[in-house]
C-alpha cells in the first residue's frame, strides 16, 4: 500500500465512495484513499438496505435529510442512468388506516409539497387502482420514489474512484489515529497509512472513530436491527410497488413496509430492535464489550425511558411472527403468516444524545483536519451523492484545500 495521502476516508460504505467522488470532483489534485475494513466494499448498512430511492416526503423542510435527499434523488438517478444500472420507477403508496392517523398524513402531504416533491393525497378507489390489495381510509401516492440495489452503485463508483487513481483498501480497518509531524497516520493492520486531513464515515462505528481522532463527539452510536420477511414468490402478485405505514412522529423509522426489490423479489419490514453488537445482525449476536459500552451510556437509559413501550412491542415483534404479520395485514389484510419467510437484516446506525433523543437530522462535523458523519441513517443512501458534495464542500471550507 503507498502510504501518503492528502485525505484518507475512513469506510468503504455508501457515503464514504460517494465522499471521495465529491472529494475527487471539487480538489482533483488531491490524492485520496478509501480504508474499508472488511474484505468488501458495502458490507454493511449499504449492502443491507431496502433499496429505496426516497423522494423526499418525511423530511423536516429546511433539515439537511430535506435538501440533500431531493437533491441526492436527481444525482443518483443520473447516476444510475450514466452507468447502466437498474432503476425501477415503481413508485409508493403511504396508507392512513385509522382516524387518528389522517392528520398525521395530511402532515406529510404537506412536507412533501414543502420540499418540492410530487405527491397526491389520494381516496380508497383511486389506491384499490394503484395497489388492488392495500386498505387505506385515505393515501399518499408518490409517484417518484424508485428502487435501486445500492451495492451495484458502490460497484459502479468504485470503477469510477479506480479510473481516477484513488486508491481503495480493504482489510484495512483503522485500529489507532495519531498525529505526528504535522500529519495524521492510521494505523491499519496492513500498513500505517499517512495523511494531512481525514473523513470519517465509519457508519456503526463513526462515533468511535471520532474519538480515537480526538474529536469531542457529544452522542454514541446506538445499533438498531432492522429485521425483514421475505413474500413466498407466489404471493409476490399482493404487492405492485412499495407500500408503508404513516410513521410514528416519534421514531426516526419508518414503520414495517412492504418492498418490491430490482431482483424482483417482495420484502417486509425493517422492524427497529436494539442489537447487542454494532454489527448484530442476528438476535443471539452480543458483545459484551459494546453492549458494556451502550448500557454506561446515559443517554442509553434516558432513551429506554422514553421508548420503553415501542421498544418492548419491537422486540416481541422480533420474536413473534404473527406479530410482524398483523402489523403487515394493516397495509395489506390479505397477508397471511405463511406467505412470508424469514429474511436478513441490516443494522442501523443511529446517533443518541446525552438526554436520550434519537437525532433527527444528518449530523455531520467538521474540524480543522478532519471531518466526521456522526448521523447518517435513512435516506442516507438515496443522499449520498448529496452529501459527498456537502463534505467536498466542507473540506474546501475547513481544510483550505483547492
Ligand atoms: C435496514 C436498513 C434499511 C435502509 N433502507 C434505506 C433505503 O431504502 N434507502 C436509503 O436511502 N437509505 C436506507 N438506509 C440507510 C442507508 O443504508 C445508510 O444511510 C447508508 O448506507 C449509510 O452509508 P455509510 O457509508 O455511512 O455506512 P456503511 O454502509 O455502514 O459503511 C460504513 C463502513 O465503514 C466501515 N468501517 C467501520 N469502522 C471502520 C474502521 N475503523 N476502519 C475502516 N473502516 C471502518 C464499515 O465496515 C462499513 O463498510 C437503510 C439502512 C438500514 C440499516
Not at 429546511?62 to 437498474?86: P, T
Not at 452510536?221 to 413466498?232: C, S
Not at 449476536?285 to 451510556?297: C, I, K, M, W
Not at 444524545?353 to 438515496?382: C, K, Q
Request: proline share 5%; hydrophobic share 40%.
Amino acid at each position: 500500500m503507498d502510504n501518503s495521502y492528502d485525505i484518507a476516508i475512513i469506510g468503504g460504505g455508501i457515503l464514504g465512495l460517494a465522499t471521495a467522488r465529491g472529494l475527487g470532483e471539487r480538489i482533483p489534485r488531491a490524492r485520496l484513499v478509501v480504508l474499508e475494513k472488511e474484505a468488501k466494499l458495502a458490507t454493511h448498512q449499504t449492502g443491507n438496505n431496502s433499496g429505496v430511492i426516497h423522494s423526499g416526503i418525511y423530511y423536516k423542510p429546511g433539515s439537511y435529510k430535506a435538501k440533500l435527499c431531493v437533491e441526492g434523488k436527481g444525482l443518483m438517478l443520473d447516476f444510475c442512468q450514466k452507468h447502466g444500472i437498474r432503476v425501477d420507477h415503481v413508485g409508493k403508496v403511504i396508507v392512513a388506516t385509522e382516524q387518528a392517523e389522517l392528520p398525521r398524513l395530511q402532515m406529510l402531504y404537506e412536507r412533501g409539497i414543502a420540499n418540492g416533491v410530487p405527491v397526491e393525497m389520494i381516496e380508497p378507489a383511486q389506491l384499490r387502482e394503484i395497489e388492488p390489495h392495500a386498505s387505506a381510509l385515505r393515501a399518499i401516492r408518490s409517484p417518484s420514489t424508485a428502487i435501486v440495489d445500492y451495492k451495484e452503485v458502490c460497484a459502479a463508483m468504485t470503477r469510477e474512484l479506480t479510473a481516477r487513481g484513488v486508491a481503495i483498501e480493504t482489510g484495512a480497518g483503522v485500529t489507532s489515529i495519531r498525529r505526528r509531524a504535522g500529519a495524521i497516520e492510521l494505523v491499519t493492520p496492513r500498513a500505517v497509512v499517512r495523511a494531512t486531513r481525514i473523513v470519517n464515515c465509519a457508519g456503526l462505528y463513526s462515533d468511535l472513530v471520532a474519538r480515537m481522532a480526538g474529536a469531542k463527539v457529544d452522542v454514541r452510536i446506538i445499533p438498531f436491527r432492522g429485521e425483514y420477511y421475505m413474500i413466498r414468490p407466489e404471493r409476490q402478485d399482493i404487492v405492485r410497488g412499495l407500500i408503508y405505514p404513516v410513521p410514528d412522529p416519534e421514531f426516526p423509522f419508518l414503520g414495517v413496509h412492504l418492498t418490491r426489490t430490482v431482483h424482483g423479489e417482495v420484502e417486509a419490514g425493517p422492524n427497529a430492535v436494539l442489537a447487542f453488537a454494532r454489527e448484530g445482525y442476528r438476535f443471539g449476536r452480543v458483545s459484551p464489550a459494546e453492549l458494556a459500552g451502550t448500557l454506561a451510556y446515559r443517554g442509553f437509559w434516558q432513551m429506554a425511558r422514553k421508548y420503553w413501550r415501542t421498544g418492548s412491542y419491537e422486540m416481541y415483534r422480533s420474536l413473534s411472527k404473527n406479530a410482524f404479520v398483523q402489523a403487515l395485514q394493516r397495509l395489506v389484510p390479505a397477508l397471511r403468516p405463511e406467505d412470508v419467510t424469514r429474511g436478513g437484516a441490516g443494522v442501523r446506525a443511529q446517533a443518541v444524545s446525552p438526554d436520550g433523543s434519537l437525532v433527527d437530522d444528518f449530523r455531520i462535523v467538521a474540524e480543522a483536519d478532519a471531518i466526521h458523519v456522526l448521523n447518517a441513517p435513512s435516506p442516507g443512501a438515496t443522499a449520498s451523492l448529496a452529501i459527498g458534495r456537502h463534505i467536498a464542500g466542507l473540506a474546501v471550507e475547513t481544510f483550505g484545500l483547492k
